[in-house]
Nanobody, 123 residues
Framework: VQLQASGGGLVQAGGSLRLSCAASGRTFTWYGMGWFRQAPGKERYFVAAISRNGRYTYYADSVKGRFTISRDNAKNMVFLQMDSLKPEDTAVYYC?????????????????WGQGTLVTVSS
C-alpha cells in the first residue's frame, strides 16, 4: 500500500492542525493505521493508532486529550486532528500501515510508511 501524508505546516502554540494520510494500492480495511513523529536528532515515536474498523484508538500519553485519530474507510483516509499544540510537538509526522493488525505502538511492527509531513509549533 502507498501512503501519502499531508497537512503539516507552521502554527503557533495553542493552535490546531489536521493531518491527512491517503492510502492506495491495497484494501485499506486490512490495515491498522498509526501516526508516528520524529524530531531532529531523535528516534521515531508513537503518537496514535486506530484499528482496522476504527472502533479502537490508542494514544501516547503526551498527546492524549489533545490529538484525535480517525479514519474514513470509504475514502481510504486516516486523519490526525491536533489541538492545543505545543512547541514540543514539532516534528516530522509519519503515517504507517500495519497489515492485519490493530495499530501497535512500535514502529517495527508496521509494514508501510508515508513520506512524512513537517509540523512546526512556534512559542
Amino acid at each position: 500500500v502507498q501512503l501519502q501524508a499531508s497537512g503539516g505546516g507552521l502554527v503557533q502554540a495553542g493552535g490546531s492542525l489536521r493531518l491527512s494520510c491517503a492510502a492506495s494500492g491495497r484494501t485499506f480495511t486490512w490495515y491498522g493505521m498509526g501516526w508516528f513523529r520524529q524530531a531532529p536528532g531523535k528516534e521515531r515515536y508513537f503518537v496514535a493508532a486506530i484499528s482496522r474498523n476504527g472502533r479502537y484508538t490508542y494514544y501516547a500519553d503526551s498527546v492524549k486529550g489533545r490529538f484525535t485519530i480517525s479514519r474514513d474507510n470509504a475514502k481510504n483516509m486516516v486523519f490526525l486532528q491536533m489541538d492545543s499544540l505545543k512547541p514540543e510537538d514539532t516534528a516530522v509526522y509519519y503515517c504507517a500501515a500495519d497489515f492485519g493488525g490493530s495499530g501497535p505502538p512500535t514502529p517495527e511492527e508496521y509494514d508501510y510508511w508515508g513520506q512524512g509531513t513537517l509540523v512546526t509549533v512556534s512559542s
